[in-house]
């Protein structure tokens, strides 16, 4: 069956501008979870979704960031006024929501920002 | 809080040899989950194994095996006879568990080199 996708894939913008990023989960996934992965460095939690409200979104930066999922099937990841240091790739994951249930992710969307 | 460390930032080994990734664990929770995932050049993520707190039990799949260690707080990571497949970037991570969902905590990664 179909895994997490993300898109875009790539997306290059300039500072200041805002950007969406967008995943679809695995069908059937209650669960769906953002993180952030910088150059070097494991992914680092975001948020949390448990049908369409955020469970946990203790891992947002600041509230340029922000995240819906309106009908507890795709999320999109909203991030209003990006700065350089936003420049990461942000991991998309999705599980079936049961407690330490496998995460599966999608394969990302390179965030640049000049 | 927490925390996962892995101190090996890079190995680099030849071909056939075995080599052994360590993760070192932080949490303040009786029951939690420990998982490895693999990220390949390619970028995405692939789950490995996952473990719950309760079940020291070692896990052998096929070259893979993990050593968890309650006593040590460690999740420890052996390939046997490695292959130049192998060369990936190895992450160890946690997580507590709670009624729904499970966030996970990462730890930096491990960069596997296999030389051919």
């Known amino acids: 069956g179909a895994g997490v996708s993300q898109t875009p894939s790539n997306k290059v913008t300039e500072k200041g501008k805002y950007v969406e990023l967008r995943c679809d989960p695995i069908?059937?996934?209650?669960?769906l979870y953002w993180y952030r992965q910088s150059l070097g460095q494991g992914p680092e939690f975001l948020i949390y979704?448990?049908?369409?409200?955020?469970?946990?979104d203790s891992g947002l930066p600041n509230d340029r960031f922000f995240a819906v999922r309106p009908e507890g099937s795709v999320s999109t990841l909203k991030i209003q006024r990006t700065e350089r240091g936003d420049s990461a790739v942000y991991l998309c994951a999705s599980s079936s929501g049961l407690a330490g249930g496998q995460q599966y992710f999608g394969p990302g969307t390179r965030l640049t920002v000049l | 809080a927490q925390k996962v460390t892995q101190a090996q930032t890079e190995i680099s080994v030849v071909e056939k040899e075995d080599v052994t990734l360590d993760c070192v664990y932080e949490?303040?929770?009786?029951?939690?989950?420990l998982f490895w995932y693999k990220q390949p050049p390619s970028g995405e993520l692939v789950f490995l194994i996952r473990r719950n707190s309760f079940d020291e039990q070692n896990e052998i799949s096929g070259r893979y095996s993990w050593n968890f260690q309650k006593s040590t707080s460690s999740f420890n990571f052996t390939i046997t006879a490695s292959q130049v497949v192998d060369s990936a970037v190895y992450f160890c991570a946690l997580s507590e568990a709670i009624e729904y969902g499970n966030k996970l905590v990462f730890g930096a990664g491990t960069i596997l080199r296999v030389k051919s």
């Open positions: 069908s059937g996934h209650t669960a």
């Open positions: 949490t303040r929770d009786t029951t939690y989950y």
């Open positions: 979704f448990q049908g369409t409200g955020a469970a946990d």
